[in-house]
Nanobody
Framework: QVQLVESGGGLVQAGGSLSLSCAAS????????MGWYRQAPGKQRELVAT?????TYADSVKGRFTISRDNAKKTVYLQMNSLKPEDTAVYYC??????????WGQGTQVTVSS
């Protein structure tokens, strides 16, 4: 059974930094992409960053967030710097596997105070 376990997040003041990690387990299928999405209250879930054949960032986080991955550990990271109150959201890990498709993490809260 595929599991995505997220860690990190929390409360930080504007201008601060946080890091997230997400470890995948329970399958031997090849990982195609690993990424992060977020959902703020009253808003739709949106892409933050993905890492696959290419690396993609939302315009709103370019230059502030960095996605990285450790393929041996099946883990993806998100380093978030210069955080803004508008970055406040629940952040979800997303992993796309060959054959079995995509899975989501349980979500972790990131709150940035002004």
């Amino acid at each position: 059974q595929v599991q995505l376990v997220e860690s990190g997040g929390g409360l930080v003041q504007a201008g601060g930094s946080l890091s997230l990690s997400c470890a995948a387990s329970g399958t031997f299928f090849t990982i195609r992409t690993m990424g992060w999405y977020r959902q703020a209250p009253g808003k739709q879930r949106e892409l933050v960053a993905t890492s696959g054949a290419t690396t993609t960032y939302a315009d709103s986080v370019k230059g502030r967030f960095t996605i990285s991955r450790d393929n041996a550990k099946k883990t993806v990271y998100l380093q978030m710097n210069s955080l803004k109150p508008e970055d406040t959201a629940v952040y979800y890990c997303n992993v796309v596997f060959a054959i079995v498709g995509q899975y989501w993490g349980q979500g972790t809260q990131v709150t940035v105070s002004s």
